[in-house]
């Protein structure tokens, strides 16, 4: 009985204070410091050291060669409309001019609070950059004649994870004692072997110190030095001093989660199966009969594809079929937000937008714009719209932002593109298509439509996309676009309520516009062609 | 006359010339191989060079150091559940334990094409694999005692554009003539300006050589040698060679467009607008009751904030009110379509995400967590939900995933978290919070919803946001679960009809999960508490 109950008391004595530790926790009390990082220690080391490298040599004169100095960015980007240079007939035809908006003016002017709006601006951009800073994007420059061998990229570990550092090494004269140091903000060091020899101190901490009599030994236990992430952060980049006497080098250490994939599984067959690898979307107001036969139309070629509506008129018919997906949306919502509505619900690889007055032909060849989308890097890949007299369009434009200082940058809309496609002689890159086109659905939802812009946009959508979406455009990708020519006294009732609700000459749209450059885009002023 | 006469000869003539050069336009002719990249010829040169550094001093003996060497990732992560190691009462709560589910067994058995879908999903990956190759993960290895001086990290250019490439150098002992040499695969270099005794050759190309008598020239000029991007892309690296004789390192040049900010104009007020800042969002069905007792208590609060609503009935009833957006969706499309389409509609910095019967009261306190999501890098917080026995739940979880080789990876689930969050005592760094949380709008969009998530789902989208979406959770923010307690026969006809729709027993739901794990993320197993 006795010994019965010493074993009950341990196991009880065990229990509780396995509970006590349950619910206490003591090594996850550690706090982390999650504000957006200034530079650390480590970096404002590394800048003074940038500074005195970059700014070497100032007595050796030079001669500037203007036609590349003027192509180097000055951050001072001005707003200018081209000037009309000479006149002769079908001028702004042969020669297109290009217009300028100064978007502060036109967006601040008569405000009363415009000095509160640029401040406010001012600040939302100071939060953004000081959230996108990482070490990961710091100039680096690696010093001559150093002794040290070190990573200079591609060293990466997931979160609270350890890896061991590639490449580090010590290439000294001989000496009596060899020693290296190494420095970190958001890991420790530790070793995966030892080799004899060699003396390690701070052994899973920030900065540990290896020294040898030996260089070969030394090298050798470089080889297993490791460094464990212990600040969970899911993308940031810890800046690594790596030294010995008298030399310093700096390198990162990227602290990202793995990538994970979204697959999608479209089937096996040797064809593309459109209906298992595209998804069409489109938006409708006022046009139900034309909606009626751009489905009538689709259903002609891809009979069993997915068609998904986005409907946001005021007394929403119904539109019934096989497999489409009728949404019904606050009336007048809006042109964007019918956009990413109707993104929002397609779960296939692809997804093609078109207008609700499009008409599907045999040169609707979807299966070419899911090859180009297939075999190349592209994101999205615009195809040729048909006007009723025969007149295609593709719409390709160019976009660039030019620096602009302080009060932002500049954007520039050109028409045109960069680049051919090899392989596809009838496809080019650009950074603007029509509003006909095929995209990989999770990369279109990444950059996403502003649900403000109700009436009208389309290149808004381009600029956000600017540097997320690698854009293309062919031009043997054609859909007909249902007859708009009519004339004023034979539309009917539903159209004309269509047109004064789509064009109605309201600054509303316009002012939307300037507001999304000027203060969502940090714009201060776009150059377009007149 | 005469001259007239040949002016306009000569004018129409130049007309000509240009309209032919308008529509030819022979400069633009230049294609773009945009297939998936491989390694160019500077990569396959690089990797020998660091194989050769990492393979070095094999003959000296180590001896492994177990509780490191443990941590480092394997690459062959193993689906096993954990043992019962003791049996004591609740030991399931006291210890709780782990199980896993092998998913290319739980997915693939019994289906006759199991081959099939294996081989697509190697090939999807594979295609995801060469679609996010860059050379900017390359390991390079810096080699020691080197007289080359160059940026390891921080050069880019935006696309098509040109920079001048900061901290080029070389310090070489006394010679009687210095030589050095730049090669690139994207882009061409060039000068911004000259230095008399230096002399270049390959300007405008792919690979430029610059040599003097003198090294302090030399020197000079290599502050303004400039890189021109000449392959458009919208995201990518040009993987540089710098040598001399003897010598050659590597680095990169990040070829990116500049990144435009999204900016939000929510007003310049000391304390914070929610109205202004954020808009709640929630899917409902079948429980228009519980959804109106939202309503009511939301605006005792907060009477003006917008609240978006995405609505799966069959039945839809009318949701009216001010700043209420009710949209309607097919019949059943479910849980997490709803979620996107919500999310897709909101136009606010911020989004809050309830569930239909939740209830706010005076500890929902929307201030304090958009606090939080103003002042860190956090990108959501969730908060708590208490239910009617006064227990409060914040569900956190930790997400890790473990390399698993060809057949997939390891995906493991755990209650807990990862830090305390500094300077906020009531709030922690996890992966995955509950069903109550505030985000960055555009970042949540970023991540997305997947819409074949139907009847249930909730980590699923924590899964996706990993590596994206920086997570908290506050247990001090507080909502109340509209009561759940129901003895069975006093459920009323919807409830019934709702339970029945939600927690039917039905596979498809958990077919669809391990579909969406096995194939779409690519896991091979996970791992989650009993």
């Known amino acids: 009985m006795g010994s019965i109950y010493k074993k009950s008391l341990k196991l009880f004595m065990v229990a509780g204070l396995l509970l006590v530790f349950y619910f206490w926790r003591p090594w996850s009390c550690s706090g982390v410091d999650i504000q957006p990082r200034r530079a650390d220690p480590i ?44 006149h002769v007939p079908f001028s702004d035809l042969l020669f297109p001019r290009v217009g300028a908006n100064n978007l502060a003016h036109a967006f601040l002017q008569n405000n009363p609070h415009s000095e509160k709006i640029k401040n406010h601006r001012a600040q939302e951009y100071n939060s953004f950059q000081r959230r996108s800073y990482s070490p990961a994007d710091v100039l680096i420059v690696a010093e001559a004649n150093s002794p040290l061998q070190y990573p ?51 052994l899973r901490e920030k900065k540990m110190t290896l020294s040898s009599p030996q260089l070969t030994a030394l090298n050798r236990q470089l080889q297993f030095v490791t460094y464990t992430s212990t600040v969970f952060h899911p993308r940031t980049a810890d800046s690594i001093q790596f030294g010995t006497e008298g030399y310093k080098s700096f390198f990162t250490i990227k602290v990202e989660q793995k990538k994970i994939p979204k697959l999608y599984n479209s089937g096996y067959s040797d064809e593309y199966n459109i209906t298992a690898l595209v998804t069409i979307a489109t938006k409708t107001f006022l046009r139900y009969n034309k909606l009626e036969d751009l489905i009538k139309s689709i259903r002609q070629y891809y009979p069993n594809v997915t068609i998904v509506i986005a409907d946001d008129n005021e007394h929403p018919q119904r539109v019934t079929g096989p497999r489409i997906e009728h949404y019904i949306m606050p009336y007048g919502k809006g042109w964007f937000a019918g956009r990413n509505l109707a993104v929002s619900q397609v779960a296939t690889k692809y997804v093609l937008w078109v207008d609700d007055d499009f008409i599907f032909t045999s040169n609707t060849k ?35 932002v ?118 969502k885009n940090r714009f201060k002023c776009t150059t377009s062609p007149r």
Chains 1, 2 share one sequence.
């Not at 061991?164 to 060899?178: N, T, V």
């Not at 009208?456 to 990708?477: K, N, P, R």
């Open 152 to 202: 200079t990229q591609g060293v990466k570990v997931q979160p609270l994870r350890t890896i061991i550092i590639p490449g580090l090494g010590l290439k000294q004269k001989k000496r009596s004692e060899y020693m290296v140091y190494l420095n970190a903000t958001l890991g420790t060091f530790d070793v995966a072997a030892t080799v004899d020899k060699v003396s390690i101190k701070g």
């Open 402 to 519: 030019e620096e602009g200082g302080e009060d932002g940058d500049c954007l520039h809309i050109r028409r045109g593109y960069h680049h051919v496609i090899e392989g596809f002689p009838n496809c080019v890159v650009a950074d603007g298509v029509i509003n006909f086109f095929m995209a990989r659905t999770h990369k279109m939802l990444e950059v996403g439509f502003d649900p403000r812009l109700s009436r009208s946009g389309h290149l808004e959508f381009f600029v956000d996309a600017l540097g997320s979406l690698h854009i293309g455009s062919c031009d043997d990708v054609i859909i007909n676009h249902a007859s708009k020519i009519h004339l004023p006294w034979s539309k009917t009732g539903t159209e004309k309520a269509y047109d004064k609700f789509r064009y109605s000459k309201s600054n509303g749209g316009m002012k939307l516009v300037e507001e999304i450059f000027y203060f």
């Open 366 to 400: 979807l299966e070419k714009m899911v090859d180009i989308l297939e075999r190349t890097t592209l994101d999205l890949v615009g195809g040729a719209v048909r006007e009723v007299t025969g007149y295609t369009a593709t719409y390709r434009h160019t976009l660039s």
């Open 43 to 86: 970096q404002t080391l590394l800048d003074g050291k940038t500074g005195k490298i970059l700014g070497a040599y100032p007595d050796i004169p030079y001669h500037i060669k203007e036609e590349v100095a003027s192509r180097l960015a000055q951050n001072t980007c001005v707003c200018l409309a081209d000037e009309e240079t000479f």
